[in-house]
Every structure is written in C-alpha cells, then in structure tokens.
C-alpha cells in the first residue's frame, strides 16, 4: 500500500478516534482529559495501535486504556461506518504519559526562566 494513503488513514483513524472518545459512557474514561499521542497501523490495515495519554498521569491513562479496550467492539464499529473502511484494524490501546512529561519540561523551563530573570545582570563585553 501506498505510504501517502496509509498516513491518510491513520489521521482518519486519529481523528475518528479523538470524536468517539467524547462519546464514550464508560465511567473509566470520563471525568479525564484524554489525549491521542500516537496511531500506528500496519500496512496490512490488520491493527492499529493508539497510544493514549492523560492529563492526570500515567496511572489515570492505565485505567482510562481498560475502559477503551472494553468498549474497543464499539470503536471498531463506529470506525468502520464512519470511514467506511473495508477492513477496520483492531484497535490495541497503549497508555502512555507523554503529556505529564511534557508538562513537566515545560515546568522546568519555566523555572529556569525566572531564575534567569532574578539574577543580576552582567554588562556585555569583556574587560580589556
């Protein structure tokens, strides 16, 4: 298949996926802000595999990722009538704490940031 109409599905996938997540009643992945790191699928279009992250932390995403696999029968469905694929992939969840650790980076940076601001300036140039 294709590279270009392989990464074209892929995004379909994400961003399908991204819809019927809000849908989703499971109490394990409401209440939770759930985020789509990552789709892989291979070139067969046999799987596909989401990485998802949380807000909260990689312990919330591990409970969120139980609850997409129970309801992956549904997703799967609603894939295929809403891309109107011949063969939907079966969808592997994988929980992931990308976002944490973005979050943490940009934290850091932040401090370091003000700790720049809060020094004292030294004049430019050398002496000489």
Known sequence: MPS????????DVRRELSAL??????PRT????????????TN??????????????LE??????????????FL???????LSLRHVPELIFK???SIEYGANISRILHDLEEE?????QEPEGGEG
């Not at 799967?76 to 809403?82: K, Q, S, V, Y």
């Not at 720049?116 to 004292?120: I, L």
Request: one cysteine or more; a positive charge.
């Open 4 to 11: 270009y109409k392989l990464d074209r599905i892929t995004e």
């Open 21 to 26: 997540f809000r849908e989703l009643k499971d």
């Open 30 to 41: 409401q209440g939770m802000l759930l985020s789509i790191v990552r789709v892989e699928v």
């Open 44 to 57: 067969d279009l046999s799987y596909c595999t989401v990485y998802v992250s949380a807000m909260e932390g």
């Open 60 to 73: 919330r995403a591990g409970t969120a990722v139980k609850g997409l696999r129970s309801a992956s029968g």
């Open 76 to 82: 799967r469905r609603e894939l295929g009538r809403r």
């Open 95 to 97: 929980a992931t704490d």
């Open 116 to 120: 720049r601001a809060e020094a004292p």
